[in-house]
């Protein structure tokens, strides 16, 4: 599922852009979207990283387990959160005799090999009502589209810079996300989107203002086949 060795993630995470003034709101607000359908009860987060979304996550569930590869991140989780359960491993070699009632995939499947496959593995995982909440960036979204419009892409679905260093391996539409869920054997609850971006990361990081990028994110919702980030809510479909 994942195809990156150890090694190439803990390079990843020595250099992670994750907490940048753009990549933190954008994990803030998904938490934001996230907590409207978080079940009560037992939660577990693939991918967390430095843990911007566990920070919330845990006080909803003070003894969450959360995986990641990253050996570095998973010492800083560690330190900060006491409490929750750290494993450090690929997500397809865990084994979890728990069932979860929210399962978090933030910013993840971009990053696997094989996501039918990932999302397959860990239906064992949910409980009889859990849900899998899921964001990802959107190759919709109004900047990629602008960039090709200027010439400065050829595709909306080329890498940028930060997502080669990111270890992205593909660009979802909201179309393609939802079919990767269905494929697999769920049932979309809600479909939607955040995040309005009309320039990209580094123009945005000169000019805006914490509370513009809040309102952008916002806008979002009302656009989501062109906002920057596009996310689905499910669950098993037994």
């Known amino acids: 599922m994942h195809k990156f060795s150890s090694t190439k993630l803990e390079e990843v995470a020595k250099n992670s852009l994750y ?14 979207v996230f907590k409207r359908y978080i079940k009560k009860g037992k939660i ?20 969450l387990t959360a995986v990641d590869g990253s050996a570095i ?20 070699e865990v084994n979890l005799e728990e069932k979860f009632d929210t399962i978090v995939l933030g910013h993840v499947l971009e990053h ?5 496959k990932l999302l397959n593995h860990i239906k064992s995982w949910l409980s009889e009502d859990g849900v899998v909440v899921c964001a990802v960036p959107n190759a919709n979204s109004i900047h990629r589209q602008a960039a090709v ?9 080329e890498m940028s810079d930060k997502d080669i260093h990111h270890g992205h391996m593909r660009i979802y539409t909201p179309e393609t996300l939802r079919t990767e869920f269905l494929n697999s054997g769920y049932q979309i609850l809600y ?5 309005l971006k009309p320039l990209n990361d580094a ?5 805006y203002t914490k509370e513009m990028l809040y309102a952008f994110m916002k806008l979002g919702e009302f656009y989501p086949d062109i ?12």
């Not at 696997?112 to 039918?116: D, I, L, S, W, Y």
């Open 19 to 32: 907490t940048t003034f753009t990549n933190s709101m954008t994990i803030e607000y998904s938490f934001e």
């Open 44 to 63: 577990l987060e693939l991918g967390p990283a430095e843990g911007l979304m566990t920070k919330h996550l845990s006080k909803i569930d003070p003894k």
């Open 73 to 92: 991140f998973c010492r800083k989780l560690k330190e900060e959160f006491k409490e929750i359960n750290v494993i450090n491993s690929l997500f397809e």
């Open 112 to 116: 696997v090999e094989n996501p039918q």
């Open 149 to 157: 419009e200027m010439g400065l892409i050829k595709s909306i679905f």
């Open 191 to 195: 479909r939607g989107g955040y995040w």
């Open 203 to 207: 123009l945005i990081e000169k000019s």
């Open 227 to 238: 906002a920057a980030e596009t996310y689905v809510i499910a669950k098993h479909r037994r």
